[in-house]
């Protein structure tokens, strides 16, 4: 019976232990989250501003065509899938990844159809061992991602959809909807979609361009969509420091609920032990008389 | 004098935000300064310093990958990096632009590899003489 106790006391500390991480690592996650809002609140500025000055180009000068803005038959498409480094946060990797396997499978029929650029160690992993086909990866991304940890890759992705490499390019990450909510999304990212203007078009500025509108569009739309593509990412971190909070939240209440069953059943053999040593002892003394 | 609202935007923060008198920086075409309550005007902007004169007084700001905005009396300036004269490393920048002669004196003119060491030699200098401004 002793040593029953011993083992229901190692594993009450044991489990102890775990909430002690788990509690840790949610603190963390719910700090961090707050800084990848604020980073993701900031960065909105340039976001706007830029789909301001392409809204406005795009209404004051009428008909003009750009590659990046008109659709054509989709012959290959990409997908830019943004996963996390690190695990432990619940359904964040898994659930993307399987809605991202279920579209490949419905869309194409071979592996030619179709292009994987990976941001994220998981994401890549998982890809890389069901022979994917990778065209770039990036992993390690800090949690507060700098405009330069993407660039490369998001021009390269930007690039080949110019280069007519692909006919579509698709944003693959966690949206974030609230701190508890996460939800994984396949924007169409390019060919761009038409870009809304929030004011009418009346108030729109008669812009003088340097050197000409259409150079202007070209050297915009490209730096646009990879800044779409680094919003996105921005988006994706919150994400998933929403994800691992709640998971570490929920783990560290399933930690305190298993310490309560296990101090139950501590006491109880704790109890029953005593029972029996008074037995035996009043047993014992009842053999002397 | 009238002043103009300049607001240098990077993907990251917004860099500057201020009522200024003049702004000057080199666009698609050459350089061009914008003064209070200019017609609007948009254009892509070189790797340079753009120069910005506030209560009489001249600085430099580092850019690179910009665009300039001009409407309704405001200066907006897009750019992927965006650098006070506080905020640069001269010593850095020197280096860096060693590195990137040393790979161009290497190098033959249609390598790729060419083009990239000539604009982060530009990107360098340019930090160099904003960095040096201050």
Do not use: W
Not at chain 1, 159 to 166: D, K, L, S, Y
Not at chain 1, 199 to 204: L, R
């Amino acid at each position: 019976m002793a040593e029953n106790m011993r083992d229901i006391k190692r594993r009450i500390s044991s489990t102890q232990n775990m909430k002690q991480i788990t509690k840790a690592m949610k603190l963390v996650a719910a700090a961090k989250l707050r800084r990848a809002q604020e980073q993701a609140q900031a960065s909105r500025p340039y976001t706007d501003k830029m789909r301001e000055v392409i809204a406005s180009v795009a209404a004051g000068a009428k008909g003009i065509q750009h590659p990046m803005l008109v659709s054509r038959p989709v012959k290959k498409t990409g997908y830019l899938v943004i996963s996390s480094d690190r695990g432990l946060a619940g359904g964040f990797n898994a659930n993307l990844l399987r809605s991202l396997t279920k579209t490949i499978k419905e869309r194409h029929q071979s592996s030619e159809e179709y292009g994987i650029f990976a941001v994220g160690r998981k994401g890549r992993d998982f890809l890389k061992r069901r022979d994917y086909p990778i065209i770039a990866e990036v992993t390690g991304i800090s949690d507060s991602p700098q405009y330069a940890d993407i660039k490369s890759i998001a021009k390269q992705a930007v690039q080949m959809f110019a280069e007519g490499a692909f006919d579509e390019l698709y944003l693959v990450y966690n949206e974030f909807i609230n701190p508890v909510t996460q939800r994984p999304v396949q924007n169409c990212l390019l060919p761009l979609a038409e870009v809304e203007t929030e004011d009418d078009a009346g108030i729109q500025a008669l812009y003088e361009y340097e050197p000409s509108p259409e150079e202007v569009l070209e050297a915009i739309l490209p730096r646009y969509a990879e800044t779409l593509v680094y919003s996105a990412l921005l988006e994706s971190k919150a994400s998933e420091f929403g994800a691992r909070m709640t998971a570490m939240s929920s783990a560290s209440d399933n930690a305190t609920e298993m310490i309560a069953k296990y101090t139950l059943e501590y006491n109880r053999a704790r109890q029953a032990a005593i029972t029996q040593e008074l037995a035996e002892i009043v047993g014992g003394a009842n053999a002397l008389s | 004098m009238s002043t103009t609202q300049l607001d240098i935007v990077t993907p990251e923060k917004k860099v500057y935000s201020d009522q200024v008198d003049m702004v000057t920086a080199r666009a698609a075409e050459g350089d061009i300064g914008i003064l209070a309550n200019h017609a609007p005007f948009i254009s892509p902007l070189q790797v340079t310093a753009v120069k910005v004169k506030k209560d009489g007084q001249d600085f430099l700001i580092a850019i690179t990958d910009g665009f300039m905005e001009v409407h309704d009396n405001k200066v907006t300036i897009l750019a992927e990096t965006a650098e006070l004269p506080s905020e640069i490393d001269v010593d850095r920048a020197i280096a860096a632009k060693e590195r990137a002669e040393a790979r161009l004196a290497g190098k033959k003119q249609e390598d790729l590899d060419f083009e990239r060491a000539q604009l982060s030699l530009q990107r360098a200098a340019v930090r160099i003489t904003v960095g040096q401004s201050r």
